[in-house]
């Protein structure tokens, strides 16, 4: 079985935590223990997804929305949609700089992760988060 919830917040610094909140509560909720690796993997890739849309979703834009989604074999769907057209790719970042590192981030935790195009709605970047197979080796 698997469960969805979605929510809009403010295009805002301060909705970055929120959502990272919201994923875990409704992750916690749905069965996933606070020592459940693929919730603290949700939690920080809906943090950097969002965080992206607040630095450089578009200028009119008030709000975005955020989904997660739990699978029945304890996987999660992350999905963060804006209005924004411009496809996010992962940048060449320098070792000194402090931006520009979150889709790294993202490609590195998540399964598969992608942009699915809303039209003239905007876009929606979305994160497959697995739970770790007991026993396997990085």
């Known amino acids: 079985m698997s469960r969805r919830n ?5 295009r805002h610094p301060a909705s970055v935590g929120l959502a990272r909140r919201r ?3 409704h992750l916690a909720d749905w069965g996933h223990g606070p020592d459940d690796p693929a919730l603290a993997d949700a ?4 943090s950097e ?3 992206n849309v607040v630095r450089h979703g578009p200028l009119l834009e008030r ?3 955020v989904a ?11 999905e963060v949609s804006d209005e924004g057209r411009l496809e996010p790719r992962p940048q060449l970042v320098g070792e000194w700089e402090e931006h520009g ?3 790294h981030l993202v490609e590195h935790i998540a399964a598969a992760w992608g942009v699915w195009s809303r039209g003239r709605h905007g876009k929606t970047v979305w994160a497959l988060i697995v739970t770790p197979i007991l026993g396997a080796h990085a």
Not at 6 to 10: A, D
Not at 43 to 46: A, Q
Not at 68 to 78: F, H, Q, Y
């Open 49 to 51: 997804l969002a965080t």
């Open 63 to 65: 709000e975005f929305e």
């Open 23 to 25: 994923v875990r509560d």
């Open 6 to 10: 979605s929510f809009r917040l403010p």
């Open 101 to 103: 590192r979150g889709l």
């Open 43 to 46: 939690v920080l890739v809906v």
């Open 68 to 78: 997660v989604t739990a699978l029945g074999d304890g996987s999660c769907l992350i």
